[in-house]
Every structure is written in structure tokens, then in C-alpha cells.
């Protein structure tokens, strides 16, 4: 079984729905992840501050960088195993991050 990176970008800001709401969002989350753990398919994944630094010019110079300006915000990453990247596609597909607009690249680690 390969391994395979969802980077989880975008969506709504969260920030002005009740607790009550965010423990619902968060339990979907639990179910979804819950689940591919079940299977066997779950690896890690962690969510990201909206904040950090870019290397860039050969890594000679860093900018600091608020990365919360829209669509491209990276919120998260999630590793997870499948036999290829369609199944994987297929397991990003329950995502609750869609609930709230967000959008998952799918793609596959490459062994070293």
C-alpha cells in the first residue's frame, strides 16, 4: 500500500461559529478520520497555523508570510495509505472540510 498526502486548503473562516458548531464540525472530522483508522488507512495529519516564513532566492532570504488570504491558505495535512491515488481520491471525498468550502490536493509520496 502506498502512501498519500491530502493537503487541505481553504475553506471558511471558522472563527465566528459557536462552540457548539465547531464541536459538531470537529466530531465529522473525528467520524471521517475515525473511520480510515478502522481500515487501516490512516497515518497522521495535523492541522496548520495560519502564520509562517518562506524561503525563497535559493533560501537566502525569508518573508514572513500571514497565510490566511484566501483559497490558498494550506489548513491542514492530513497522510493516509491507499493502493492508488484514485482510491485515495475516493477516500478524500468524505472530508468534512468540504462542509465549509475547502478544497484537497491528493498526492502520492514518493518512497526515498
Known sequence: MKEYLFIIRGGEDMSNHSPEQMQEH?????K???GMAEQG??????PLQG????LVEK???VIDRPLAEGKELVGG???VKAETLDEATEMAKGCPGFEHDC???VREIRAM
Open 26 to 30: 470537529m466530531m465529522h472530522w473525528q
Open 32 to 34: 471521517w478520520m475515525g
Open 41 to 46: 488507512k490512516f497515518v497522521g495529519g495535523q
Open 51 to 54: 502564520e509562517g516564513k518562506s
Open 59 to 61: 533560501g537566502t532570504q
Open 77 to 79: 495535512y492530513l497522510i
Open 103 to 105: 478544497s484537497i490536493e
